[in-house]
Every structure is written in C-alpha cells, then in structure tokens.
C-alpha cells in the first residue's frame, strides 16, 4: 500500500459524506494537483534546505475525537488574559465549536463549507485557496483537498474588536500520530480592527503534524495584528502557510515566534494590492536541540506607495538548524515601493546553522528596497564587558540573549501575549547550558 | 596592601607585551600609568580585568591579598575591580538601568548580601546620576548604543559609582573627549575617592591629570615600567615628548 493511500480515501470520504457545494469542486481540483505534484522533496527550489517527506512516512489519524477533551485538558495550556479573550479550539485541525467562544459583537464564526453557502459566498469565492497561487505545492494542495472543519471569521464594518481572539490548535496525539489540517479564512472588513494570538499544542507522545493555512483578507482602512506562537514538542512538526491579501489600504503588523517543534515551515505572504498598505512582518527563533525552522517570506507589491519592514532574528543551539527566505516582488506598476529585509542570526554551538537568502525581484524603476542578513556568533566583546561588571558567564549570555531578542518582543503589542513570550524566553535562557 | 603586581608578563598569542611589571597600589592613591602608543598601558589593564585574549606567561598579582589571576573577570569584579572601557561596548536591546541593577545585585550575591530592594536601588540610582549629569532618558536606552563617547565615558563612570570598587583603572578614559567631558568624568572620579580605594589612570596625555591629580606617575615603555615619579613628571612629558624616555632608556 502506498504511503499516501489513507489520505487518498480520507479525500474520497469527505467527497461522500459532504457532497455537493463550490467547495466539493474545490476539494477534487486540489486532489489532483496533490497527486499531480506529490510531497515537496529538497529537488524543489522553495524546499532546498527542508526536508518533509520523511514525515509521511507513517499513517496519520486524520479525523478528531473532540469529545475525548475535557475542557480541563486544555486549561492547561491556556494563554494569560484568555478569560477575556475571543477563543477558538481546533482539534485535530477540526474546529471544536463547544471548546470556543466569540465574545466581542462584531465577529462572526462559522464553518467554511457553511459561508460557502451563505450570504458570505461572495467573499469565499474571491478569496479561499487564493494562497495557492503562492505556494503551489503538494503540501498546500493537501490542505484543501482535506478541507473540513475550517473556519471563516467574518469582521463586521466599522468594528474595533478590543479583546483578542486566541486561537489554539490541539493535537489530540495520545494514542495515535495526529495529522492536523486546519483552514481558515479570516476577513476584516473596511474600518476595523483584529488582533489574533495563535498557538500549537501536542497532547501525548505520539507526535504531530500541522499543515495549516490561514488566509486573510484586509480591506480598507483595517488593521490586523497576528502574533504566531510556536512553542511545540520536539515530536510536533509543522508547515504553516499565512497568507494575506491588503485589499485595501491598511495596516498589518505579524510577529511570528518559533521556540521548539521538529521541522516548523513557515510560509507567510503580505500581497499589498491596494496604494499606501503597510505591512510589518517579524519574527524570533530560537531553537535547540534537533529542531529546524525553516521561514518563508513573499511581500508582493502590487500596487504604487507600499511599504513594507521585515525584520527576521535567530538564535540557534545544539543541531539546530533554520533558514530564512525572504521574497520581494516589485510589480512593474508598483512605484515608489519602500521595501526593508533584515535577517539577523546567531550561532550559538558549532553543529547549528543557518541558510539565509534574501531574494528580491523588482520590475519597477523608482523604488527603495533594502535587504541584509549577518550570521555570528555571540559578540565575545560585550560578554566580557558584562562579566567584568560583576556578571556571572551564564547570566551575561542571556542578557546579551535577551537583548538580541528585544526589538522582535517589543513588536508584541498585546502586552499579555507579549509578557508570556518574553517570559517563556527567560525560562528557556535560565535553562540554556551554553 | 591593595594591589601588588609581581615581574608581571603576559601577551596575546605569541607576541610578548608585557615584561615584567611591577606596580604596588596603596588604598587612598592615585597612580597614572602614561606611555606611548602600545607601550602595554591598555594590555595591563585587560590582564588585570581578566580579558581572556592575553596569556600570562609569568609573574603575580596580587588583590585584597588574593591571586587575583585565578579569579574570573566577574570575580574580580565582585572582588572591587573595576575597569572603564577605552571602548564601551553597546549592548542592544539592553537598558543601562537593567545592566546596573543585574551587575549590583550579582556583586551582592557573590558577597553574601541580600539583593538591594527597589526603593534603595532607585535611591541610589538617581544620586550617581546626578554626580555623572545623566538623566533617566539615558539610562532607559540601550546600553551605550547610540551614545556619544563623551556620553559613554560618563556611563562608565555612573557604573564605577554603582558598583563602588576598592581599585578603579581608568583606560584612556580622556581619549576623544572634549574639555568639558573630561571635566565631568574627572569631577565624578574625585567625589568617588576615599582612603579606603584607589584609582589606576591609564593615558597618553597629560590634560586629563589635571583634574585626576596622581600621587604617582609610571611611565611604561616597551612592556616595562621605566621611570615613576610625581605628578610633575607628565608635565615634563607633556613637554619634551616620549622621545625624552626613548632615549633615556635606550641609552641604557
């Protein structure tokens, strides 16, 4: 039986048990192009430097026993400030409704195979697997070929939402490895404003995959803050695909933290399609051990007067390995584009190693674009410069640690999501045995 | 007896710096150490700080009657040592008021006390700041990022007042410095001297011993110290140039 059979007759179920509907077609066009294009292997350009078809080498557990968790099973791994916050559970990458709760007027969540449709089949039809485009894979092809159990989260016109909305994904992997597949499509519509908090947890020893994508879409005048947290066990592996459109003029600030997990992929896309957007994408790793991360960046500019800020910082330790990809498209009409890259990393043993390449493609002639990367070692001057202040050698490292880490942290506007990470980072120097 | 430096020698890979020195600090004094460019002034302050690029290849020293070379750079710091940098490092992402409190707290540590509590530390913060005319938006920056050199060399200072140490060695302290910089710098040093520590001036001029005025001069040329005298032998320098002492020993 070929490896990639049960997912073949998982497809073939839910074509059954969900018949009909745009998104059966949907469905079916990307299950071929799985079967058509298979696993990304490193032969592909986009997955040189990951190495994924090794994690299919076993069979899965596709669907989720959402009744299995108690609600006291996931108070456990509950972010600070969650009481107030908006919350939604997937399990298994299946959105569990009964674990969830919408708290603020102005957001609506439904199932997505429901907006399809309903009245907010317009916005589907324009938007869903618009990030196939990007990334035209086997993996992303996968995702909605399996499509079930995804949400929309619709933004109302003119509404601010204050509290947050803390998304957390489950993996349910006590008796059997779990594949997670979850889809959403979050829109915020013209005037408003969204601030998401997202994290990954694996119960049990049985490990995980998360093949994600989340897509957004931005209108006029909106801003979205995404803060991305990746702090999973060493058995718990994902790729993760963020993929948002600017419709319109608007503001989108993502902080993306990858802190444990196997081999994390990270695919994020800010497509500016509307005149003076802004996007702001940034992200700390900080790994050890075996684990990889890997971040993929595309900001395609559209459009005149967008401008974008990219800052990427790693700290790798042990045989961890990362790498940073960072795409710019100038469109040929996108003049007076502003485009700053920067990939910042730190080597903390002598078996890490980074991969960083910038790689912008510009098509227009009046534009500032600006992109750097520097791989280091930890600055041996101002190590000593701290110790001969009294210092001790370990706490000296973590503050120079720390620091390097600030300026992505400061990015963290949501001071309880910003106090825990800050804190899980502490911890993790406290621990460090460098 | 504060520090006592026995026939020291020490260097950086192979290259041979130091020669054998010999210096003995008394609490209470003023030394200046003066020479020309890579006599070894700023190697013998990177030995003393534990700067571990230098190898000691022979000699001791001695502080607070402990072998002060067997002790880590935070030791000696922990110890009463103290030195201010010809090169502050800047240090990203960490505040000068995090970076003090830390260094405080983990000196007290080493000595057995009780961590200062946030009302004394404060307390204490303000008065140094005010020797040093820092103000708060200083200390809430990064650590000497973006800082002046005078603005740094005041930071060094402000961290000297902090910490309190028994031995201070300034290293070029009044390199790049504007008059009025010095001023500050040196004003900041005479309100910390007592009988109980004592200051090691490193410099290649005579304007900062001004205002920083030594009990004793060195003079060390070519790894050694050749000649030590009172404060009217940097003026003498001041005039007629190291050349004077050039000759002087190479006629020897």
Same mark, same amino acid.
């Given at each position: 039986m070929n490896q990639t059979d049960y997912l073949k007759a998982r497809f073939e179920q839910l074509q059954q048990e969900e018949p009909g509907g745009n998104l059966a077609a949907v469905?079916?066009?990307?299950?071929?192009?799985?079967?058509?294009?298979?696993?990304?292997?490193?032969?592909?350009?986009?997955?040189?430097?990951?190495?994924?078809?090794?994690?299919?080498?076993?069979?899965?557990?596709?669907?989720?026993?959402?009744?299995?968790?108690?609600?006291?099973?996931?108070?456990?791994?509950?972010?600070?400030?969650?009481?107030?916050? =908006?919350?939604?559970?997937?399990?298994?990458?299946?959105?569990?409704?009964?674990?969830?709760?919408?708290?603020?007027?102005?957001?609506?969540?439904?199932?997505?195979?429901?907006?399809?449709?309903?009245?907010?089949?317009?916005i589907v039809a324009a938007?869903?697997?618009?990030?196939?485009?990007?990334?035209?894979?086997?993996?992303?092809?996968?995702?909605?070929?399996?499509?079930?159990?995804?949400?929309?989260?619709?933004?109302?016109?003119?509404?601010?939402?204050?509290?947050?909305?803390?998304?957390?994904?489950?993996?349910?992997?006590?008796?059997?490895?779990?594949?997670?597949?979850?889809?959403?499509?979050?829109?915020?519509?013209?005037?408003?404003?969204?601030?998401?908090?997202?994290?990954?947890?694996?119960?049990?020893?049985?490990?995980?995959?998360?093949?994600?994508?989340?897509?957004?879409?931005?209108?006029?005048?909106?801003?979205?803050?995404?803060?991305?947290?990746?702090?999973?066990?060493?058995?718990?592996?994902?790729? =993760?695909?963020?993929?948002?459109?600017?419709?319109?003029?608007?503001?989108?600030?993502?902080?993306?933290?990858?802190?444990?997990?196997?081999?994390?992929?990270?695919?994020?896309?800010?497509?500016?399609?509307?005149?003076?957007?802004?996007?702001?994408?940034?992200?700390?790793?900080?790994?050890?051990?075996?684990?990889?991360?890997?971040?993929?960046?595309?900001?395609?500019n559209v459009v005149p007067h967008c401008q974008s800020n990219e800052l990427y910082k790693g700290i790798l330790d042990n045989n961890a390995t990362g790498v940073f990809n960072g795409k710019i498209f100038?469109?040929?009409?996108?003049?007076?584009?502003?485009?700053?890259?920067?990939?910042?990393?730190?080597?903390?043993?002598?078996a890490a190693s980074v991969n960083t390449k910038p790689q912008l493609e510009i098509y227009a002639d009046d534009v500032k674009c600006s992109h750097g990367c520097t791989v280091g070692s930890l600055d041996e001057e101002g190590l000593f410069y701290l110790q001969s202040r009294g210092i001790p050698y370990k706490a000296a490292i973590a503050l120079l640690l720390q620091g390097f880490a600030m300026d992505i942290l400061e990015k963290i506007r949501l001071e309880p999501i910003r106090a825990y990470v800050t804190e899980l980072i502490a911890q993790r120097l406290t621990a460090e045995s460098i | 007896m504060l520090l006592r430096i026995h026939n020291l020698q020490a260097g950086i890979e192979e290259k041979e710096i130091l020669k054998g020195i010999n210096l003995e600090i008394q609490p209470g004094e003023v030394h200046a150490i003066m020479g020309p460019n890579g006599s070894g002034k700023s190697t013998l302050a990177s030995v003393l700080a534990g700067r571990q690029d230098y190898n000691v290849t022979g000699g001791s020293v001695t502080f607070n009657g402990k072998d002060l070379l067997?002790?880590?750079?935070?030791?000696?710091?922990?110890?009463?040592?103290?030195?201010?940098?010809?090169?502050?490092v800047e240090i990203p992402g960490l505040s000068t008021t995090n970076f003090i409190k830390t260094a405080v707290n983990e000196v007290r540590k080493y000595r057995g006390e009780e961590p200062l509590d946030a009302v004394a530390f404060l307390k204490m913060m303000k008065e140094k700041m005010a020797l040093m005319e820092m103000d708060q938006a200083m200390l809430s920056r990064s650590l000497n990022e973006g800082f002046s050199g005078g603005e740094k060399k005041r930071n060094e200072i402000f961290q000297m007042a902090m910490l309190q140490p028994k031995?201070?060695?300034? #290293?070029?302290? #009044?390199?790049?410095?504007?008059? #009025?910089?010095?001023?500050?710098?040196?004003?900041?040093?005479?309100?910390?001297?007592?009988?109980?520590?004592?200051?090691?001036?490193?410099?290649?001029?005579?304007?900062?011993?001004?205002?920083?005025?030594? #009990?004793?001069?060195?003079?060390?040329?070519?790894?050694?110290?050749?000649?030590?005298?009172?404060?009217?032998?940097?003026?003498?320098?001041?005039?007629?140039?190291?050349?004077?002492?050039k000759n002087e020993v190479n006629s020897l």
């Amino acid at each position: 039986m070929n490896q990639t059979d049960y997912l073949k007759a998982r497809f073939e179920q839910l074509q059954q048990e969900e018949p009909g509907g745009n998104l059966a077609a949907v469905r079916s066009k990307a299950f071929s192009a799985f079967e058509r294009m298979g696993i990304p292997t490193v032969r592909n350009e986009e997955w040189k430097y990951t190495r994924i078809s090794g994690l299919f080498n076993k069979e899965y557990t596709l669907a989720a026993d959402i009744a299995a968790l108690s609600s006291n099973d996931l108070t456990t791994y509950q972010l600070p400030a969650h009481e107030e916050a =908006n919350v939604l559970v997937f399990v298994n990458g299946i959105f569990a409704e009964q674990h969830s709760v919408i708290r603020s007027a102005g957001i609506s969540i439904q199932l997505l195979e429901l907006a399809a449709k309903n009245e907010y089949a317009p916005i589907v039809a324009a938007h869903f697997d618009h990030s196939s485009s990007y990334v035209n894979d086997g993996i992303n092809a996968l995702n909605t070929a399996l499509l079930h159990g995804g949400i929309f989260v619709h933004v109302a016109k003119n509404k601010v939402i204050e509290h947050p909305v803390y998304i957390y994904h489950i993996s349910d992997a006590r008796n059997t490895p779990v594949l997670a597949q979850p889809r959403s499509l979050v829109y915020l519509s013209e005037n408003t404003q969204l601030q998401l908090a997202e994290t990954y947890i694996t119960i049990g020893g049985s490990g995980s995959f998360t093949n994600q994508v989340m897509e957004v879409v931005v209108e006029k005048d909106a801003q979205l803050s995404y803060y991305k947290i990746q702090n999973d066990s060493a058995d718990a592996s994902q790729v =993760n695909t963020t993929h948002i459109r600017q419709t319109g003029t608007s503001v989108v600030n993502v902080v993306t933290i990858s802190l444990n997990g196997g081999i994390v992929r990270n695919n994020l896309h800010a497509v500016m399609e509307a005149s003076h957007a802004e996007a702001h994408l940034y992200g700390l790793y900080f790994q050890q051990g075996n684990s990889h991360i890997d971040n993929h960046t595309v900001v395609d500019n559209v459009v005149p007067h967008c401008q974008s800020n990219e800052l990427y910082k790693g700290i790798l330790d042990n045989n961890a390995t990362g790498v940073f990809n960072g795409k710019i498209f100038v469109r040929k009409d996108a003049q007076k584009t502003n485009a700053f890259q920067s990939n910042k990393n730190v080597l903390l043993s002598d078996a890490a190693s980074v991969n960083t390449k910038p790689q912008l493609e510009i098509y227009a002639d009046d534009v500032k674009c600006s992109h750097g990367c520097t791989v280091g070692s930890l600055d041996e001057e101002g190590l000593f410069y701290l110790q001969s202040r009294g210092i001790p050698y370990k706490a000296a490292i973590a503050l120079l640690l720390q620091g390097f880490a600030m300026d992505i942290l400061e990015k963290i506007r949501l001071e309880p999501i910003r106090a825990y990470v800050t804190e899980l980072i502490a911890q993790r120097l406290t621990a460090e045995s460098i | 007896m504060l520090l006592r430096i026995h026939n020291l020698q020490a260097g950086i890979e192979e290259k041979e710096i130091l020669k054998g020195i010999n210096l003995e600090i008394q609490p209470g004094e003023v030394h200046a150490i003066m020479g020309p460019n890579g006599s070894g002034k700023s190697t013998l302050a990177s030995v003393l700080a534990g700067r571990q690029d230098y190898n000691v290849t022979g000699g001791s020293v001695t502080f607070n009657g402990k072998d002060l070379l067997e002790l880590s750079p935070e030791a000696r710091a922990a110890e009463g040592l103290f030195l201010s940098f010809q090169y502050p490092v800047e240090i990203p992402g960490l505040s000068t008021t995090n970076f003090i409190k830390t260094a405080v707290n983990e000196v007290r540590k080493y000595r057995g006390e009780e961590p200062l509590d946030a009302v004394a530390f404060l307390k204490m913060m303000k008065e140094k700041m005010a020797l040093m005319e820092m103000d708060q938006a200083m200390l809430s920056r990064s650590l000497n990022e973006g800082f002046s050199g005078g603005e740094k060399k005041r930071n060094e200072i402000f961290q000297m007042a902090m910490l309190q140490p028994k031995l201070a060695i300034l #290293d070029e302290t #009044d390199s790049g410095l504007d008059i #009025d910089a010095i001023r500050i710098v040196a004003n900041g040093v005479n309100k910390l001297r007592s009988k109980d520590n004592a200051v090691l001036v490193i410099t290649h001029y005579q304007r900062l011993l001004d205002y920083l005025v030594p #009990d004793v001069i060195h003079v060390l040329y070519n790894g050694r110290i050749v000649k030590t005298g009172t404060k009217e032998l940097a003026l003498e320098l001041e005039e007629k140039g190291y050349d004077f002492i050039k000759n002087e020993v190479n006629s020897l």
